[in-house]
T-cell receptor, first 111, second 112 residues
Framework: NAGVTQTPKFQVLKTGQSMTLQCAQD?????MSWYRQDPGMGLRLIHYSVGAGITDQGEVPNGYNVSRSTTEDFPLRLLSAAPSQTSVYFCASTRGDSPLHFGNGTRLTVT | GESVGLHLPTLSVQEGDNSIINCAYS??????FIWYKQESGKGPQFIIDIRSNMDKRQGQRVTVLLNKTVKHLSLQIAATQPGDSAVYFC???????????FGTGTQLKVEL
């Protein structure tokens, strides 16, 4: 049981490049979400999904896309990276009323 | 709008002392509250949670207190140890919702 797995751990992009942050969970959780964490700020919700085929926007969705084709995977896509997207990204999942389980994050730098 | 905030950004305690980390929330519709611990380079880890129909809940060395009258939440850590050094976040969820709103975090430093 690996929990929530995020890849890659670190990534450096140039402005305008695109990439996908991967997130997978093996706990059969129906709810999955993406947060970003910036210095001095709490975690802010980017996008979330309550089940396969269903996604919705969070607090800071601009510049990011998501899809949920399977229960296990919830990739986050940056279509055209900007320096403002430099951050640490966390994927989290849960089932029912249980607390969120977090991955260990992807540290992204956009130059 | 709704917000969850912490009173102190940094808390320093001596090893063996008790720690108290405070959190204020403003959404009166919140009915579920969680404390997370985040160590350097890792994702947040669940510590303890409490629902709005309770005012106190205890775990191993940790206690969460909820005061709905003043919208205040606290995390008490008994006999603080060096391994407790981390950033602690409170988070809240509104009744009927599934999105967590996080506070900005408190850095707990344990001095030997």
């Amino acid at each position: 049981n690996a929990g929530v797995t995020q890849t890659p751990k670190f990534q450096v992009l140039k402005t305008g490049q695109s990439m996908t942050l991967q997130c997978a969970q093996d706990m059969n959780h129906e709810y999955m979400s993406w947060y970003r964490q910036d210095p001095g700020m709490g975690l802010r919700l980017i996008h979330y999904s309550v089940g396969a085929g269903i996604t919705d926007q969070g607090e800071v969705p601009n510049g990011y896309n998501v899809s949920r084709s399977t229960t296990e995977d919830f990739p986050l896509r940056l279509l055209s990276a900007a320096p403002s997207q430099t951050s640490v990204y966390f994927c989290a999942s849960t089932r029912g009323d249980s607390p969120l389980h977090f991955g260990n994050g992807t540290r992204l730098t956009v130059t | 709008g709704e917000s969850v905030g912490l009173h102190l950004p940094t808390l320093s305690v001596q090893e063996g002392d008790n720690s108290i980390i405070n959190c204020a929330y403003s959404n009166s519709a919140s009915d579920y509250f969680i404390w997370y611990k985040q160590e350097s380079g890792k994702g947040p880890q669940f510590i303890i949670d409490i629902r709005s129909n309770m005012d106190k809940r205890q775990g191993q060395r940790v206690t969460v207190l909820l005061n709905k009258t003043v919208k205040h939440l606290s995390l008490q850590i008994a006999a603080t140890q060096p391994g407790d050094s981390a950033v602690y976040f409170c988070a809240e969820k509104a009744r009927g919702g599934n999105k967590l709103t996080f506070g900005t975090g408190t850095q707990l430093k344990v001095e030997l």
